[in-house]
Nanobody, 117 residues
Framework: QVQLVESGGGLVQPGGSLRLSCAAS????????MSWYRQAPEKERELVAS???????NYSDSVKGRFTISRDNAKHTVYLQMNSLRPEDTAIYYC???????????WGQGTQVTVSS
């Protein structure tokens, strides 16, 4: 079955960096759009970044220029490099896989990122 396992979250000071990983299994990874979402307390889940099967990436305005999404199809893993972190980046970060807009989404369990001094 489809499994998405996030890792790399933690506590970091403002201005610091973290790299999230999402290890995928149970589907043809290279053909799926992979995305990172986040959900802060009492807020709706929001799209952070996505990357298509041909490595075309999109970012939310709030992270553009600070975060970079990438994928390694050989390792079935998608990454989110987060630089210049701010307290407002604090959230649970989720990995999502979807073959296309007409197909169902698969979600990981999430990893907590806390940006605080």
């Amino acid at each position: 079955q489809v499994q998405l396992v996030e890792s790399g979250g933690g506590l970091v000071q403002p201005g610091g960096s973290l790299r999230l990983s999402c290890a995928a299994s149970g589907f043809t990874f290279s053909t799926y759009v992979m995305s990172w979402y986040r959900q802060a307390p009492e807020k709706e889940r929001e799209l952070v970044a996505s990357i298509t099967s041909v490595d075309s990436a999109n970012y939310s305005d709030s992270v553009k220029g600070r975060f970079t999404i990438s994928r390694d199809n050989a390792k079935h893993t998608v990454y989110l490099q987060m630089n210049s972190l701010r307290p407002e980046d604090t959230a649970i970060y989720y990995c999502m896989a979807r073959r296309g807009v007409l197909f169902r989404s698969y979600w990981g369990q999430g990893t907590q990122v806390t940006v605080s001094s």
